[in-house]
């Protein structure tokens, strides 16, 4: 379901791949019997096929639940807390969803504790007024300080507007079984809650409540993005690299980088896509930025981007390669038409699809970023649709696996993301960073 139809050919010969074969074979190994550096974390490898069925009626449930109760879901939550929900909603649904007359949209979802942005915080409450409002606040340690400031706020919204009974009754929070703040809150105040497992990490966790009841109380087909992603979870088990794009991609990138490509971006000619450029970074970023070694995860939307990064990318430092994401049959076609006084000078395009210019420009540049020595890898996905994006959840979150053992390091954990946190804690006073000594 998914096609690599760029190899970066010129960039990457067909023995080099082949060398790589035996270290695709062991991390494969690694990674299925659970016993390379990190397994304690290998929880979404399986998860699609092994989903529990009555979670899955419950997430249901409670996303009709939201659907009734409010039309705002505001949803609180960093990094691997908000990406995927975030890069679902702005695939699948309508490209102006929120200007739909309400017969035809599904509930408005917000987001906020992703940054600490007062402005943004207060204009979010001043619009909350209007509405309707539920809240799903997902941290999986219950304890970062970007949700849990933005919830301390919300919450009280919630209890002065509602009364403390029906602000629980419109709070839902995903978090850890046992551990953390949220969840002893969450056990206190009586919210409906739901477990991020133990062995999923944050970036990993987008097939879990995580990402699946904001979802499904914005109406996408969870069930169907699950398929999507289990389909993948058994088309991708292959350790053959030349049957499985997923280690294809994985050894490509690793054999680019070897050659001085150290800047990956993520390209798609869909604007649907951005946030799945956004959710990718955070997956690749945190899985392989260690240890002095790993590609920096950039993002761009093409064609937009061709017009300001399009020279540095042509031109600039040759540190790029470049992923494309292309859409084989985008959700909108329109058909361009002649006119009889070709004023414009367009006619040299009647009856092609917009699509079809679309994916020229695709060509185009794939050619002339590849004269300029910046290798493409492309991958082509099917359509805008749950099944499409939940495997290519899937193939991404293989993919990083295999990547990040190919280059020697732990795919599973994020002992940088630290540092600013506790400098921040020691500057702000938190109790216990009395001795942090922060570096100038
Ligand atoms: O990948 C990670 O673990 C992080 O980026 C987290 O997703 C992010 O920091 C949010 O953490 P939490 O869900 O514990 O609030």
Redesign the pocket.
């Known amino acids: 379901m998914i096609k690599l139809f760029e190899w970066a050919e010129s960039f990457v010969a067909p023995a080099e791949l082949e060398l790589q074969r035996p270290f695709i074979e062991t991390a494969h190994q690694l990674l299925e019997q659970g016993t390379g550096a990190g397994h304690e974390f290998l929880g979404w490898l399986h998860l699609p096929s092994e989903f529990d069925l009555v979670e899955l009626e419950r997430i249901k449930r409670a996303g009709q639940k939201i659907a009734k109760q409010a039309d705002v879901l505001v949803v609180i ?7 995927g929900a975030r890069a679902a909603l702005h695939l699948l649904q309508h490209s102006f969803h929120d200007f739909l007359p309400s017969s035809k949209r599904s509930l408005q979802v917000v987001f906020a504790g992703h940054q600490m942005s007062a402005t943004y915080l207060a204009e979010l409450l001043e619009i909350l007024d209007e509405h309707e409002v539920a809240v799903n606040v ?7 300080t ?3 400031l933005a919830f301390r706020v919300i919450k009280q919204y919630m209890e002065q507007r509602y009364g403390t009974a029906e602000a629980a009754n419109r709070i839902y929070a995903t ?2 079984a046992t551990r ?1 703040a949220l969840r002893q809150l969450a056990t206190e105040v009586l919210y409906e809650t739901f477990v ?1 497992p133990d062995d999923v ?5 987008v097939l879990t409540p ?1 990402g699946l009841l904001p979802l499904a109380a914005a109406g996408i087909d969870i069930e169907a993005l699950l398929a999507g992603a289990k389909r993948a979870e058994q088309e991708l088990a292959d350790p053959d690299v030349h049957k499985n794009p997923a280690y294809a991609y994985a050894a490509l990138r690793q054999i680019l980088r070897n050659k001085g490509k150290t800047v990956e971006l993520f390209v798609s000619y869909e604007p649907g896509l951005h946030y799945v450029g956004e959710w990718w970074k ?1 997956l690749f970023g ?1 899985s392989e930025g260690k240890d002095g070694k790993g590609l920096y995860p950039a993002s761009a939307d093409f064609s937009t981007d061709l017009h300001s990064l399009g020279q540095f990318v042509q031109d600039g430092a040759r540190v790029l390669l470049e992923t494309v994401v292309k859409i084989k049959h985008p959700r909108k076609t329109i058909q361009i038409e002649s006119l009889p006084h070709d004023v414009d000078g367009l006619n040299y395009l009647a009856n092609r699809s917009f699509a079809s210019v679309n994916d020229t420009a695709l060509e185009a540049t794939i050619l002339a970023h590849g004269t300029g020595g910046v290798p493409t890898i492309g991958l082509e996905v099917e359509d805008m649709t749950e099944l499409s994006l939940g495997y290519l959840f899937y193939f991404f979150e293989k993919a990083v696996a295999m990547s990040a053992y190919l280059q020697g390091v732990n795919p599973f954990d ?1 002992p940088g ?1 630290e540092m600013y946190k506790s400098n921040m804690f020691a500057m702000l006073g938190k109790p216990g960073y009395e001795k942090t000594r922060v570096e100038r």
């Open positions: 939550g960093i990094g691997g807390s908000y990406l997902i941290s999986k340690s219950g304890t970062t970007e949700p849990a978090t850890d953390g991020i990490g944050g970036r990993f966790s995580v955070q945190e994020q993301v």
